[in-house]
């Protein structure tokens, strides 16, 4: 194996070949110049470099998740999709820790279950509004809440 370079991106910093899906671990944490902390949380759904979620159920699931993780906490900056399509990042202004957002995470997923739409669906309120799937949002979502017991363990 060769050593990598040190990464200014975090994420690129994490040897992916170690983690065990899925999972909840803080990515980055930054206290900004006025004393404010950041916390960005890696929600990671699937095993890197084995399996990826569907770009119309990763497109539902930001939708769901960053309108319902707001009905949970007013913490929530920004809940993102990772470009691999893995999982998230969730970023909320305070000092958290996995412990603490675990609880937020799980009745997000829980709405997500009961939704009936994906909130802002459409051409009006979304650059692709007709890709989506609220049927896959909630296999995954149920999938990773399935799984909640191992959330907390990052690597093997």
Request: charged residues 20%; aromatic residues 6%; hydrophobic residues 40%.
């Amino acid at each position: 194996m060769t050593e990598q370079p040190r990464m200014n991106v975090e994420s690129f910093n994490l040897d992916h070949r170690t983690v065990v899906a899925p999972y909840i671990r803080i990515a980055d944490s930054k206290t900004l110049p006025q004393g404010d902390v950041l916390t960005k949380f890696d929600v990671r759904f699937t095993q890197p470099n084995v399996s990826a979620l569907d770009s119309d159920v990763v497109h539902s699931l930001e939708h769901l998740m960053a309108e319902h993780m707001r009905n949970h906490t007013d913490a929530v900056i920004d809940v993102s999709p990772m470009g691999c399509r893995t999982g998230f990042y969730a970023l909320l202004v305070g000092e958290h820790t996995p412990e603490d957002f675990a609880p937020v995470l799980e009745a997000t997923l829980r709405d997500v279950l009961e939704a009936s739409e994906v909130p802002a669906a459409n051409e009006i309120q979304c650059g692709w509004g007709a890709h989506h799937t609220l049927e896959g949002a909630q296999a995954a979502a149920r999938a990773f809440l399935e799984q909640r017991a191992q959330w907390g363990s990052v690597t093997a």
